[in-house]
């Protein structure tokens, strides 16, 4: 159970590259200081920790692997989060697209509720199944306290996201909350895009 | 207009003599061994219409005082005469504009300044370049691109975008067909994206040991080499590339006349404005002089003047510098007084910036050009 | 004060001149430093990593790499072994009992394919005198 921890210490560079980005651009568009940012980290990460879960769960009770279903929830949490991240991204730039009625709306559904959507933004980004979790779930079928290994690849795979939230240092900087809107943006386009691209290749 | 400073006035044909005299030699020297015997003469022929072009529009850059019209000349011909050049290498060499695994595979892939901002985690990381290119030998190798971005890094920052860059000049010269923009108001804050693509690419590159931007985003695989199409996955990513180039290195620069690649996608872009903050050089905006005409936010290509100011994206092409009626915007050397001696601060920068443009754009320019006159002898 | 901070700013952007001339005519001397940085090396991942074996099957040269597990921080669980084929005049190939990255496999080449047995073919490329294969590799537990 303990390699579990290892592993995801080890595989934590890869989470961050590709569910860091997430994270990096709704601290960096909501510009608020360190603790408000660690506050949207949490959030975040109790997204993942609860997905994780479910996994674990699933895999535990049912006893099986990964396969075309659990693509095709990729694929679709893929698409949603991509969504999401559109809409955050777009619905905070209502001044950018002066005078667009549907951006002043997602700006208005936007406001306030951004540890929601941090939330959100977690729970989808773990159904991004990435390769050492997919070994994971491989080894943990049939095997003993599933629920703990997983939550042990969590801790060990979320060491490298602490230092995100100290971003709110610059926050100070008009510049940093435009890219972070445009991170976020980008960020939408390749996760809807790879959404698409698995259910195509899958189905 | 009387409060606009002169950088020279014109008639003063001397200084100007004396000004572009020592770029005669530098440019001879620079492209001295295009000039050397040996080669065919429609090759030296070409050499020498390139040394009197180049040394033209330097002598028309000092002469008129003006910058931008004169820089841009020869950026955008510059740009054109590379991409032919190196497409027409391509198909010598290979055949085809297309590379295949084979290329990647033997690690002879040209290396990109671009790819500078994709290397640089896991170069400091796990101490390797991710790159399928060469080290030392061959076309633009690892080491000679890397010595040339620090070099002109450190003197010029992010001039290089528009005295060197040799994509840059596409957009340049698209930005331009049309005297008025389709779309007027452009956000200045679109230029902010850059620096969310170089994020974004630098991480994504990290984590997959790969050139993401070069694999997938780069509008400029376009017109110069691809990835061969051999299944969908490939087919794909060749449309990605000319989508993007048709839209933000032609469209979009026609219909706004700014320069939509270079100040909203290019993650080196981006990577260079922060060298813009250690930079020597830079374009000062002098309050009592601005009459807040606007005409230096309507000119900036590069999105870079908030508030009539040149910010930290300006690449320093000169065009606000040129537009604006009473000079309050001008070339200026850090450290020193921005209402005295602005002349020889311009001509201080535009030096090293003409002669790097020069250097990089000069062999490319010369044998592009021989190559459009062998297509007609 | 200010006049010496303005003349060293002078100085400074003249020198710029200067740089960019020693950039390019000293360009070979430039590389030869550059080459001395710890990071001037192609990752494994693009060259197939060092040769750890060579063997001569008839006239032709087979070069087996290191197997190589690609990671940031650290190898990840699945790889690849390249094998380089050199010296070969035939347009296709079969070389049997290859002893590669601790199996013994049969690869059978032409212009346009690769095959292992055992082993799948992740990548190939026929190169001016030869062939250059990746096999797939996965860490065991």
Request: charged share 15%; glycine share 8%; hydrophobic share 50%.
């Amino acid at each position: 159970m303990f390699e579990s921890l290892l592993i995801g210490l080890s595989t934590s560079a890869s989470c961050v590259a590709t569910c860091g980005n997430v994270v990096i651009g709704i601290i960096m568009a909501n510009r608020q200081g360190v603790g408000r940012s660690f506050a949207l980290l949490g959030a975040f990460m109790c997204g993942r920790l609860a997905t994780y879960a479910v996994i674990a769960a699933v895999v535990a009770v049912v006893s099986v692997g990964v396969g075309g279903i659990g693509a095709c929830a990729m694929a679709v949490g893929q698409i949603l989060l991509g969504l999401l991240m559109l809409l955050y991204a777009f619905g905070r730039t209502w001044r950018l697209c002066v005078g667009h009625r549907a951006s002043r709306r997602l700006y208005a559904l936007c406001r306030g509720r951004v540890v929601a959507v941090a939330a959100m933004a977690g729970l989808l980004s773990a159904l991004n199944v990435c390769p050492p979790m997919l070994s994971l779930i491989g080894s943990s079928v049939g095997a003993d306290h599933v629920v703990g290994r997983f939550v042990l690849f969590f801790i060990g795979s979320s060491v490298l996201f602490l230092p995100m939230p100290f971003i709110g240092t610059i926050r100070n900087k008009a510049a940093v909350g435009i890219i972070g809107r445009a991170v976020a943006a980008i960020v939408a386009i390749i996760f809807i895009f790879k959404g698409f691209a698995t259910l195509f290749y899958n189905f | 207009m009387k409060n606009k400073p002169t950088y020279w006035s014109t008639g003063r044909i001397g200084r100007s003599i004396l000004l572009t005299a020592p770029m005669v030699l530098l440019i001879g020297l620079m492209l001295s061994g295009n000039l050397a015997g040996g080669q065919s003469y429609v090759h030296t022929f070409s050499a020498v219409v390139a040394l009197l072009f180049f040394v033209s529009m330097f002598w028309m850059m000092i002469y008129t005082g003006r910058t931008d019209r004169w820089r841009a000349v020869v950026f955008i011909i510059g740009a054109l005469l590379f991409c032919i050049s190196f497409i027409s290498n391509l198909i010598e060499v290979r055949s085809s504009m297309t590379f295949s695994d084979a290329e990647q595979l033997t690690c002879t892939i040209p290396f990109c300044h671009i790819v500078t901002t994709m290397v640089i985690i896991p170069a400091a990381i796990k101490q390797t370049i991710i790159f399928p290119g060469s080290l030392v030998e061959g076309y633009a190798s690892i080491s000679s691109m890397l010595v040339i971005v620090l070099g002109f890094s450190i003197v010029i920052g992010r001039g290089f975008c528009s005295w060197g860059c040799f994509y840059g000049g596409w957009d340049d010269g698209t930005s331009r067909i049309l005297r008025r923009p389709v779309i007027r108001r452009v956000n200045s804050a679109f230029r902010w994206f850059a620096f969310a693509m170089l994020v974004l690419m630098a991480l994504w590159s990290a984590e997959s040991l790969s050139p993401k931007y070069c694999e997938w985003l780069c509008p400029f695989k376009a017109v110069t080499e691809n990835e061969r199409i051999v299944d969908g996955v490939t087919l794909v990513k060749n449309i990605v590339f000319y989508t993007l180039f048709v839209v933000l290195v032609v469209v979009l620069p026609l219909l706004t006349r700014k320069r939509i690649q270079c100040a909203t996608f290019c993650p080196m872009g981006a990577l260079l404005s922060l060298f813009n903050k250690i930079n020597v050089f830079d374009v000062r905006h002098r309050a009592d002089l601005c009459i807040n005409c606007g005409r230096c936010d309507k000119a900036c290509p590069m999105l870079a003047i908030e508030n009539h100011c040149p910010t930290l994206t300006c690449s320093k092409c000169g065009r606000c510098v040129d537009e604006c009626p009473t000079g309050a915007l001008r070339y200026h050397v850090r450290g020193t007084s921005p209402d005295r001696h602005f002349t020889w601060a311009r001509t201080l920068y535009i030096y090293p910036a003409y002669i790097f443009m020069v250097t990089l754009l000069g062999g490319s320019f010369v044998n592009g050009l021989a190559l459009i006159i062998n297509l007609f002898i | 004060m200010k006049k010496i901070i303005s003349f060293f700013a002078y100085l400074w952007a003249a020198l710029g001149t200067i740089i960019i001339l020693a950039v390019f005519i000293g360009m070979g001397g430039w590389q030869q430093l550059a080459m001395r940085l710890p990071f001037m090396r192609i990752d494994p991942v693009f060259t197939g990593g060092t040769v750890v074996d060579t063997l001569q099957v008839d006239s032709v040269m087979v070069l087996v790499h290191e197997p190589v597990f690609p990671g940031l921080f650290s190898e990840g669980d699945e790889g690849f072994v390249q094998i380089d084929v050199r010296q070969c005049p035939t347009d296709t190939l079969r070389l049997d009992s290859l002893p590669v990255a601790g199996n013994v496999i049969a690869l059978s080449l032409t212009p346009a394919s690769a095959m292992a047995n055992d082993l799948s073919v992740t990548e190939f490329a026929r190169i001016s005198d030869g062939w250059i294969v990746r096999l797939e590799l996965k860490k065991l537990d």
